[in-house]
């Protein structure tokens, strides 16, 4: 319906701009009054509409989606041909047995082939057709780079989406094992984990299939996490959490910084056989995050090649939807450290 309404537009558009130029025109060969004229110009051009539509519609919904479909073809180069000389013959035809003679009331009629009228015929029925096809195809590409930037964007979310995806089961792995080793001693705080845990799953689910949450949220999800872990490796762990939020409703991408706090456990306090720690440091003023974390590491080089490779992850989210910012990885022989900046007002759309 749609598509319908813009072609008579298109239609109703051009005929207004050619009934004005056959209503000068007439006004300098009929010594007619100006109502008359207008009448005659209307009726002429509507007359004349019929090869112009014929032609049109041939080129848009024959000639070119055959040529869109199996590109340029010899014989579609003649059928173009034919149905323009069927045109201007009908063009010709209309003009010389019906416009002149019975609307414009001339006597003197020119011959059907008339050089000159052939010419004229060509402009009229070039000009109408031609700017119904530059018009379709500029529509077209339009719409092409739209579909284009869909399909883009619907990557990109699916990409994001499988990346994101891929924290959840390596932190539930992680967590029940804490639930299995603390049902095995019996432990009281057994109900305590399970119900964390339960919050924890509940703001996955629902929260991160949003492209941005609260950054007072993501901090309350870490906080979460680092006190199930923190159960697990009694007094043999050393963990400091240190913030200076300037604004808690700012916006951030959800759990964008847990695979951090996970490679720390993970490949740091895990590996360890003697006292360790974890020391996170994150600072967010005027939409600037700095997010700082530390952590003791033997000295296996395997665990370096584990620990890049889980940060690949976190860094492909990062280059989907933040354009400002900058991520330091830094590895010694019993040091790991992270030191992220991000500017959170640089979010991208994806």
């Given at each position: 319906m749609k598509r319908v309404s813009l072609h008579i537009i298109f239609w109703l558009v051009y005929l207004f701009q050619d009934v004005l130029l056959i209503y000068f025109l007439n006004t300098t060969r009929f010594n007619l009054s100006p109502r008359v004229d207008l009448v005659?110009?209307?009726e002429n051009c509507f007359v004349i509409l019929l090869p112009k539509l014929f032609f049109t519609y041939f080129m848009l919904y024959i000639t070119l989606d055959k040529i869109g479909k199996a590109g340029i073809q010899k014989k579609d180069i003649l059928f173009s041909i034919f149905a323009l000389a069927a045109a201007l013959f009908l063009y010709r035809g209309l003009v010389i047995y019906f416009v002149d003679p019975v609307i414009n009331g001339m006597t003197n009629?020119?011959?059907?082939f008339y050089p000159l009228g052939?010419?004229?015929a060509l402009m009229d029925i070039g000009f109408a057709s031609g700017a119904a096809i530059v018009?379709?195809?500029v529509r077209l590409q339009l719409t092409g780079k739209e579909k284009e930037k869909n399909l883009i964007k619907e990557k990109l979310e699916a990409e994001l989406k499988f990346l994101r995806n891929q924290t959840h089961p390596h932190f539930l792995f992680n967590t029940l094992n804490n639930i299995y080793a603390l049902a095995r001693k019996k432990s009281d705080e057994t109900p305590e984990v399970v119900m964390k845990l339960s919050k924890l799953l509940r703001f996955m689910l629902y929260e991160t299939s949003k492209p941005f949450i609260k950054i007072g949220d993501e901090i309350k999800m870490l906080d979460d996490y680092i006190e199930?872990?923190?159960?697990?490796?009694?007094g043999r762990l050393t963990i400091n959490f240190l913030r200076e939020i300037d604004n808690?409703?700012?916006q951030i991408s959800p759990l964008l910084l847990l695979p951090f706090v996970e490679n720390a456990f993970k490949h740091g306090a895990s590996e360890s056989r003697f006292e360790s720690y974890i020391h996170i440091d994150m600072k967010l003023e005027n939409s600037l995050l700095h997010f700082n974390i530390e952590n003791t590491k033997e000295n296996n080089p395997?665990?370096?090649?584990n620990e890049n490779i889980g940060l690949k992850n976190v860094k492909r989210q990062l280059e989907l939807m933040y354009k400002d910012y900058n991520m330091l990885v830094k590895s010694e022989l019993s040091l790991f450290?992270?030191?992220?900046?991000?500017?959170?007002?640089t979010n991208a759309e994806v």
């Open positions: 005659l110009a209307i009629i020119l011959p059907f052939f010419l004229v018009i379709k195809q199930l872990e923190r159960i697990r490796y009694d808690e409703s700012e395997k665990s370096d090649v450290k992270v030191c992220l900046t991000i500017n959170l007002k």
